[in-house]
T-cell receptor, first 111, second 114 residues
Framework: KNEVEQSPQNLTAQEGEFITINCSYS?????LHWLQQHPGGGIVSLFM???GKKKHGRLIATINIQEKHSSLHITASHPRDSAVYIC?????????????FGQGTTLQVKP | NAGVMQNPRHLVRRRGQEARLRCSPM?????VYWYRQLPEEGLKFMVY????????ESGMPKERFSAEFPKEGPSILRIQQVVRGDSAAYFC????????????FGQGTRLTVV
């Protein structure tokens, strides 16, 4: 069993739809990251959070430490949101930047 | 303030050659991380370096791979005697502090071994 599990693996949506991507982890963490990767492209950090909720434009990330679960929401989705979304976790007080990554969720938003 | 710069973006090497991948962290960042993304697989941590020090190399293959982050200049990930299985995207990230800090990623170097 992977230490970081994402669901769904693939997601197709129509433009304008509300999208949710989930991430569950099995280890104690210091922080959770949501990343975005476009095909053949680099990786962009969307959020880093250790509690509660963060919002940036149409993106919202939440984390529940007790349940070891995080969600990434995209409101009013757009075709340019099509990308791979990756959840990654860093560890406790001895964090060395050693992130453990989920397998990614491939999102396609159709016009 | 330029982001994390990796070069080359694409690198083709024949089996047995050496590959050198470079990463210049963001200005003011003294922590560098290397990750590998094999085809159809997720990202995996390789090594964490600070200036002139390797802090954690638990994700590095024991042979043929080495990394450095000298006092001056970029961080280098070096792969000797490359094999086809080394073909992957190699990403570098940097941060100003060790823990609980957002990491900024480079565009990656896509290594193809032929």
């Amino acid at each position: 069993k992977n230490e970081v599990e994402q669901s769904p693996q693939n997601l197709t949506a129509q433009e304008g739809e509300f999208i949710t991507i989930n991430c569950s982890y099995s280890v104690g963490i210091s922080a959770l990251h949501w990343l975005q990767q476009h095909p053949g492209g680099g990786i962009v950090s969307l959020f880093m959070l250790s509690s509660g909720k963060k919002k940036h434009g149409r993106l919202i990330a939440t984390i529940n430490i007790q349940e070891k679960h995080s969600s990434l929401h995209i409101t009013a989705s757009h075709p340019r949101d099509s990308a791979v979304y990756i959840c990654a976790v860093g560890f406790g007080s001895s964090n060395t930047g050693k992130l453990i990554f989920g397998q990614g969720t491939t999102l396609q938003v159709k016009p | 303030n330029a982001g994390v710069m990796q070069n080359p973006r694409h690198l083709v090497r024949r089996r047995g050659q050496e590959a050198r991948l470079r990463c210049s962290p963001m200005k003011g960042h003294s922590h560098v991380y290397w990750y590998r993304q094999l085809p159809e697989e997720g990202l995996k941590f390789m090594v964490y370096l600070q200036k002139e020090n390797i802090i954690d190399e638990s994700g590095m293959p024991k042979e043929r791979f080495s990394a450095e982050f000298p006092k001056e200049g970029p961080s280098i990930l070096r792969i000797q005697q490359v094999v086809r299985g080394d073909s992957a995207a190699y990403f570098c990230a940097s941060s100003p502090l060790q823990a609980n800090t957002e990491a900024f990623f480079g565009q990656g170097t896509r290594l193809t071994v032929v």
